[in-house]
């Protein structure tokens, strides 16, 4: 089981606002990264830190944190957000090796 | 440009050994972490280890640790992921992934290299 809990499946109308969510222990006191997986692709890197977007990516995508939920929110999603989503941060230890969600699969209706 | 590179889609039988490479380019290889991320067929994703090339210094998650082999090779800016005995278990793709210093995020990742295990 994972130290880092999602939503297993979330929809949203496309065009709408949509929030994932990642809760633990240990997000009290780190920041978590939101990874962006289409079926047959490695992750990609979406949003880090506090709300910090690599270069590429859409902002569209916006990440917000409170107390022990980070949050990761789609702002006119788009037929192309349709993926799987997981939250990584550090386990509840702080060990620096980190923990995945369990991800969230996003489907845009 | 960052790259990871890995190599190649692998078959073995249960008990051969493996050795899988994700060989980086674009950046100074010797001074940024870099990790496995296991994800079996239609599950999430999982740390295996991470290394930093430059001392070698190694972290295994506990439900790998002893079952893996994590190394680098920085003359030729390639890491490993080594197995002595596969079984069927093994079985998933895996994914090399380089880690912002400092933290847990993961900027860039490479393509994955599936393994299978199957008698």
């Known amino acids: 089981s994972s130290e880092l809990t999602q939503d297993p499946a979330v929809s949203v109308a496309l065009g709408q606002t949509v929030t994932i969510t990642c809760q633990g222990d240990s997000l009290r006191s780190f920041y978590a990264s939101w990874y962006q997986q289409k079926p047959g692709q490695a992750p990609l890197l979406v949003i880090y830190g506090k709300n910090n977007r690599p270069s590429g990516i859409p902002d569209r995508f916006s990440g917000s944190n409170s107390e022990n939920t980070a949050s990761l929110t789609i702002t006119g999603a788009q037929a192309e957000d349709e993926a799987a989503y997981f939250c990584?941060?550090?386990?509840?230890?702080?060990?620096?090796?980190?923990?995945f969600g369990g991800g969230t699969k996003l489907t845009v209706l | 440009e960052v790259q990871l590179v890995q190599s190649g889609a692998e078959v073995k039988k249960p008990g051969e050994s493996l050795k899988i490479s994700c060989e980086g380019s674009g950046y100074s290889f010797s001074n940024y972490w870099i990790g496995w991320v296991r994800q079996k067929p239609g599950k999430g994703l999982e740390w295996v280890g991470i290394?930093?090339?430059?001392?070698?210094?190694?972290r295994y998650s506990p439900s790998f640790q002893g079952q893996v082999t994590i190394s680098a090779d920085t003359s030729i800016n390639t890491a490993y992921l080594q197995w002595t005995s596969l079984s069927a278990s093994d079985t998933a793709v895996y994914y090399c992934a380089r880690r912002l210093t400092g933290t847990t995020t993961v900027d860039h990742w490479g393509r994955g290299t599936l393994v299978t295990v199957s008698s």
């Open positions: 290394i930093y090339p430059a001392d070698s210094n190694t």
């Open positions: 990584n941060s550090r386990d509840t230890s702080g060990h620096q090796l980190g923990v």
